[in-house]
C-alpha cells in the first residue's frame, strides 16, 4: 500500500512521502496561479480549478484567496460560493454539496498528528530520510448549508443539509439537518422553522 492509499484510506501515513510532496507541490503551485488572477480572469480560475479539483459543478464560484493542500481531495457540488481566504487541507477527501454558502476564512481541516511528541515530530528512519506521520478523516458538508465566517471545521465531521453555522464556531462533531448551531465547540441551538422565513414586502 503506497502512502497516498493510507492517507486516502484514513490510515497513518507518511506525509514526507515523495509522490505526496510532489502532489502538493503543484496543488501549491497551481492555487498561487489562481490566486493571482482577477475578476477579469473569470474563465482562467474555471480552468484551473476544473484541473486541480477532484470536482467543481457548475455555477460555483470561489474567491482568492484560497489554499489548497492536495486539490484532487475536494470535490465542491454546483451553485457553491466560497468567499475569500477559504483552507481546505484535503488530505482525506472534502465534500460539499449543492448550493453551499462558505463564509470568508472558513478552514476545512482534515489531517490529525499523533498525541505524543516523539511519534509527532518530524524523524529520521533508518532509510535516512525524513519521516512525518499523520492521518487524515474526511469532511462532508451536504446540501444547502451556510457556512459563516471564520468556521473551523475539523477531521471526520459531517454537517447535515440546510444547517447555518454561526461566525466563529469550531465544528468538532456531526452537526443534523436543519439547524443553527454555534460556539466553540460547535453546538446545535435551535432547529430551522418557517418563523424564520423573510418578508420581502
Known amino acids: 500500500m503506497t502512502e ?17 510532496c510532489e502532489l502538493r507541490a503543484y496543488a501549491h503551485s497551481r492555487t498561487e496561479e489562481f490566486n493571482r488572477t482577477t475578476g477579469e480572469d473569470a474563465e482562467k480560475r474555471r480552468l484551473i480549478l476544473a484541473e486541480l479539483l477532484g470536482g467543481i459543478g457548475e455555477g460555483s464560484s470561489i474567491l482568492p484567496t484560497v489554499k489548497f493542500d492536495y486539490g484532487c481531495n475536494t470535490y465542491i457540488g454546483s451553485r457553491c460560493f466560497v468567499n475569500f ?3 481546505f487541507l484535503d488530505c482525506a477527501q472534502i465534500r460539499l454539496g449543492n448550493d453551499v454558502f462558505v463564509g470568508p ?6 489531517p490529525t498528528h499523533p498525541l ?19 492521518a487524515a478523516k474526511p469532511i462532508t458538508v451536504e446540501d444547502n448549508v451556510w457556512l459563516g465566517g471564520g468556521v ?3 477531521p471526520g465531521v459531517t454537517i447535515g ?11 468538532t ?14 453546538r446545535v441551538l435551535r432547529p430551522i422553522t418557517e418563523a424564520d422565513r423573510i418578508d420581502m414586502a
Open 85 to 87: 481566504n477559504a483552507v
Open 152 to 154: 473551523v471545521i475539523t
Open 161 to 171: 443539509h440546510d444547517a447555518v453555522i454561526g461566525a466563529g464556531s469550531v465544528v
Open 4 to 20: 497516498k492509499e493510507k492517507m486516502i484510506a484514513g490510515k497513518w501515513y507518511d506525509a514526507a512521502d515523495a509522490e505526496l
Open 116 to 134: 505524543l511528541a516523539r511519534e509527532r515530530n518530524l524523524h529520521t528512519g533508518e532509510d535516512g530520510a525524513l519521516h512525518e506521520i499523520e
Open 105 to 110: 476564512g472558513v478552514f476545512f481541516l482534515t
Open 173 to 186: 462533531r456531526d452537526i443534523p439537518a436543519g439547524v443553527v448551531a454555534a460556539g466553540n465547540p460547535c
